[in-house]
């Protein structure tokens, strides 16, 4: 994942319980071409007579299906944090689902990894807030708020790399059933990159895994990928980079981590275009699914390159299924005409995959940094990315009929659910 906002819709029963502050914008708009073409500006935004905000103005490329036909859409609110150069006012905001502004977040900042969590047996709210580089990671911390929107924790990875303290990524913030949270980061490590024909005394952007007591900041369970995944298994080249900390080659590039009832872990690694999945023990690789050196025979249509957010669906000894979020391409390359989420159906006796369901997106086209698939409890789908800076998410039912599709800004540097 590259630079980008982040939008997450939220379908979680628990953000009922949070505390509601609702104020009403001047428009949300409807197939609207101004919107699209950038006639009203590449940062639409909301305003307000009785606050100081200015959210994202939302337009519904396609409007909510209401037939009586369409399945209904899951309850619950949208979590929106875009930035960028046309971002007038970038952080949190949660909106309902007609695109009006519910909470404006922004007092934190630049804000990714947004969305509700259950800590301590109660919903809160977690957010990353800090800097994203160049390099399309993050250093930073997690701040978590209760139901009144106060500060309960604010934390980061403990963590320390060649170079220093490493600090939290942005790209995963979660709470387990434990109440401890699963973090990614990046720390630099120098390395040999001679055999993918990068310099000897070479350097990389490694990738990391973290789980850590929140309350004490203790490391529980950290996981390196330069100790278990070799350089020549991934796609990602260094080019001319690798030569230096200030050039250092992200080879492997962590995106997504889940944490299953068993205690192993569910991780994506977008150079690799591989989902590997963890012994929650001792870090081993218990399996692989997709890339160079998959575990499994891989049905039709279920190959994928440089994926966002495997998620679990429903998991058992024998059979399991999956989301993922194909991206098929990034910055200047492209392995298939567009990206698609994926809802995949994994059988452990046999080693295969077979695709159960793929969600084309609405306009048809790659989007090369970011992308998640979420599936909702009433069965359908929710379908975010963000196609060249534009950010769209989409929300389909079984059959893959598209419900609705939001645009939540032009140039705003993307959008993942």
Request: charged share 10%.
């Amino acid at each position: 994942m590259t630079l980008s906002s982040l939008t997450r819709f939220c379908c979680s029963l628990g953000l009922v319980c949070l505390h509601l502050l609702s104020v009403r914008g001047d428009s949300v708009l409807f197939r609207s071409n101004e919107y699209s073409t950038g006639a009203l500006g590449y940062g639409p935004f909301q305003s307000f007579f009785s606050a100081n905000y200015t959210p994202a103005e939302w337009n519904f490329a396609v409007p909510v299906n209401e037939s009586s036909s369409a399945p209904s859409l899951s309850t619950g609110f949208i979590f929106s944090a875009p930035r960028g150069a046309s971002v007038l006012r970038q952080g949190a905001a949660i909106y309902d689902q007609t695109g009006s502004l519910v909470w404006d977040g922004s007092i934190y900042g630049q804000t990714l990894s947004f969305s509700v969590v259950t800590y301590l047996g109660e919903p809160h709210i977690i957010l990353w807030t800090g800097t994203a580089t160049s390099a399309g990671v993050g250093t930073g911390y997690n701040i978590l708020l209760n139901s009144k929107y106060e500060l309960v924790a604010n934390f980061t990875t403990n963590l320390q790399g060649e170079t220093g303290q490493t600090l939290a990524d942005f790209h995963e913030a979660q709470i387990t059933s434990n109440n401890t949270a699963l973090m990614t980061a990046y720390p630099y490590k120098s390395l040999d990159l001679s055999p993918i024909d990068g310099p000897e005394q070479g350097w990389i952007l490694d990738s990391a895994l973290q789980e850590l007591n929140i309350s004490s900041n203790d490391p529980l369970f950290t996981w390196i990928a330069s100790e278990h995944v070799n350089i020549t298994e991934c796609y990602n080249t260094p080019g001319t980079g690798g030569g230096s900390v200030a050039e250092a080659f992200d080879y492997f590039h962590i995106n997504s981590i889940e944490k299953d009832d068993e205690g192993n872990y569910l991780i994506s690694s977008r150079h690799c275009w591989t989902v590997y999945y963890l012994d929650g023990t001792n870090g081993d690789i218990l399996w692989k699914m997709g890339g160079k050196n998959s575990s499994f025979t891989m049905g039709n249509g279920t190959e994928f390159s440089w994926q966002h957010h495997a998620r679990w669906v429903e998991k058992n000894e024998t059979y399991a299924t999956l989301t993922l979020f194909d991206n098929a391409g990034q910055f200047g390359q492209q392995q298939e005409q567009m990206s698609r989420g994926l809802f995949l159906g994994v059988d452990f006796s046999n080693m295969t995959v077979e695709l159960l369901q793929e969600f084309l997106p609405w306009n048809q086209s790659i989007s090369q940094s970011q992308g998640s698939v979420q599936y909702q409890p009433n069965g359908n789908f929710l379908v975010g990315l963000e196609f060249g800076t534009s950010g769209l998410a989409s929300y389909l039912g079984q059959a893959n009929t598209v419900q609705t599709v939001i645009c939540s800004g032009l140039h705003n540097l993307g959008l993942e659910m």
